[in-house]
């Protein structure tokens, strides 16, 4: 029988008076792997804080390996056999090797001598050995990209004997390019006894592997699936509240005129690289490398030289400096930074009309009032109560999203280029991104979006183009 490593029994939250948590309950076991999946705002986010230590619970228990954790008690993360915790924060020390981040804190000697440097580094080579991860222990770990901090993250609280991982919402495309190194990894920790809790908000190939899926909707337990009784569209189905939540299959609104054209690109990345998108389509990008897109978006942007030619709405463009971009009719959006892009000390009307307000201003000084009156109506799928009280400060990454878009909407752009675009977003978020889509193109907008997962693009895009090792080697209509 199966050891019960947590247990979660009626968490109750409220915040400003609205219940966040609602009776929630879930049990983890060793060696098991559960995908906890909920909207932004479902309480998801709560549930991690609250065993992270950030927050405590209104009402509910908690049991850590049998024993009842009290409200004023917390929970063993980051210690010996404890909880460790894997996400978009940084927890580790910068200056110090991966050896030394491994092992540092452990009480490990020899004759009570502490452990040499070296030493810690042959036991990291042998564990990486044992798991097939190709990382020097010897680096210093601020040196190490995010995919392989990452597996940092992971052989630390390997080490340290973990009894639970709790891993948020990390999937990226650095992440997502090997994620079946993750699994596989995951899974050699589950032999082990390890439970794995894996958040998210939207179905990913992880849910796929998991042994159970909780849905966690309006802070109350949605549907309990194990492992191959569900389908996406269940899923999706029980996160939206919706009996059908997806847009119906679009109808191609594209013309013959092409606005955008990439002529024999060539540099050290590119080698003679050519495509087009037409007025009024979509046209998607597979870059499961991320590395072409990451480089497309840097030539845009006037941070690579190129030979060859671009061409957006039949004038000539090259790029020198970002501001050039809008002025030639082109948009980019990048996934990666949604929240980046938000200016914290600035209003909802100021944040959406940044880019529009030298152009509409009176004698070129005044702002134009009927141009913030516009403004304050521009839907961003936000209450009354919070757009008059809105500020840049603690926004979230689906109002970022939404905000960013109708940034460039009124710009007007002839092409919009979308690197990796649902990175991280939810069910609704998506839809809400797929409805702007087809607004953008019913308007004669060209739009390009690259994503490192086919099925993103497949219902959104009228044609897909497939890319590897930087050459498109595929066009699917």
Request: aromatic share 10%.
């Amino acid at each position: 029988m199966k050891k019960n490593i947590l247990s979660l029994v009626k968490l109750t939250k409220e915040k400003a008076g609205h219940r966040i948590l609602d009776q929630f309950y879930m049990d983890i076991f060793g060696g098991e792997m559960v995908n906890l999946i909920g909207l932004e705002g479902s309480g998801k986010e709560e549930i991690y804080s609250i065993l992270f230590g950030y927050e405590t619970a209104d009402s509910g228990e908690i049991y850590f390996l049998g024993e009842r954790i009290g409200r004023n008690r917390k929970l063993p993360v980051e210690r010996r056999e404890g909880i460790f915790f894997i996400g978009n924060h940084d927890l580790i020390i910068p200056n110090l090797t991966v050896a030394e981040n491994m092992y540092i804190v452990e009480h490990m000697s020899y004759l009570g001598l502490s452990v040499s440097a070296k030493k810690m580094e042959q036991q990291a080579q042998r564990l990486f050995e044992k798991m097939e991860i190709n990382i020097d222990p010897g680096r210093e770990a601020k040196n190490l990209p995010r995919y392989e901090y990452f597996l940092l993250r992971l052989m630390r609280a390997y080490v340290k004997r973990a009894k639970l991982i709790v891993i948020d919402d990390i999937l990226d495309d650095a992440i997502f390019e090997k994620i079946y190194q993750i699994i596989e990894i995951l899974n050699r920790f589950k032999e082990e006894g390890i439970a794995i809790l894996w958040l998210n908000g939207y179905p990913d190939t992880v849910t796929e592997e998991a042994d159970r899926v909780v849905v966690i909707r309006g802070g109350r337990n949605g549907e309990i699936c194990y492992k191959k009784e569900w389908t996406k569209e269940r899923l999706i189905r029980c996160l939206a509240g919706e009996r059908n939540p997806f847009i119906a299959p679009r109808t191609a609104k594209y013309k013959t005129k092409i606005v955008f054209e990439a002529n024999d690109i060539t540099n050290q990345y590119f080698t003679n690289t050519s495509f087009f998108c037409r007025e009024g389509e979509i046209l998607g990008i597979y870059d499961i490398q991320n590395k072409f897109s990451r480089e497309l978006r840097r030539l845009l942007l006037g941070r690579r030289s190129y030979r060859g030619e671009i061409i957006v709405g039949g004038k000539p463009y090259r790029a020198e400096k970002d501001y050039q971009l809008a002025e030639s009719g082109i948009g980019v959006i990048n996934g990666e930074n949604y929240l980046s892009m938000i200016f914290p000390d600035l209003s909802l009307q100021e944040n959406l009309g940044i880019s529009v307000y030298k152009k509409m201003a009176k004698y070129g000084l005044f702002i134009n009032r009927r141009m913030e009156k516009y403004l304050s109506h521009i839907d961003t799928g936000m209450s009354e109560e919070r757009r008059a009280g809105f500020y840049g400060r603690g926004v979230t990454r689906k109002e970022a999203m939404q905000i960013l878009y109708q940034r460039w909407s009124l710009t007007n752009p002839k092409v919009l280029f979308c690197f990796q675009p649902f990175l991280r977003l939810d069910v609704i978020s998506r839809k809400k991104m797929e409805e702007m889509y087809e607004e953008f193109v019913g308007r004669g907008m060209a739009i390009v979006i690259c994503s490192a997962d086919f099925t993103n693009l497949c219902d959104v895009c009228d044609r897909i183009l497939r890319v590897e090792n930087h050459r498109i080697v595929k066009e699917d209509q």
